[in-house]
Nanobody, 125 residues
Framework: VQLQAFGGGLVQAGGSLRLSCAGS??????????MGWFRQAPGKEREFVAS????????YYADSVKGRFTCSRDNAENTVYLQMNSLKPEDTAVYYC?????????????????WGQGTQVTVSS
């Protein structure tokens, strides 16, 4: 499966952005994959942000974004979303989406086989 993340940009602290991750394949095929969002800031290691189960019933968030970010999905449209509210300068990073076949997502990057290219999110203070 091929993934494409988009929706990043420059926003002031306290603002919002919504990232999207579109997957290739037959319509509805996305529903077989648990999905995750990760990010990597300059000079830092990649870190887990959020994940959502294949059905959308289960979500999991890093403590740093809990209560501010919401992960959702539309399997009919093969798309996963990351709504980011109350953004902080420390949220600045390249954000990546990833897919894991038949899983419920989770925070371990090694569990994801497919990765999209990143989208830059920059939060100014």
């Amino acid at each position: 499966v091929q993934l494409q993340a988009f929706g990043g940009g420059l926003v002031q602290a306290g603002g919002s952005l919504r990232l999207s991750c579109a997957g290739s394949g037959p319509r509805g095929a996305f529903g077989n994959y648990g999905m995750g969002w990760f990010r990597q800031a300059p000079g830092k290691e990649r870190e887990f942000v959020a994940s959502i189960s294949w059905s959308g019933a289960g979500t999991y968030y890093a403590d740093s974004v809990k209560g501010r970010f919401t992960c959702s999905r539309d399997n009919a449209e093969n798309t996963v979303y990351l709504q980011m509210n109350s953004l902080k300068p420390e949220d600045t990073a390249v954000y990546y989406c990833a897919a894991s076949f038949g899983s419920n997502g989770g925070g371990d990057a090694n569990g994801y086989k497919y990765w999209g290219q990143g989208t830059q999110v920059t939060v100014s203070s």
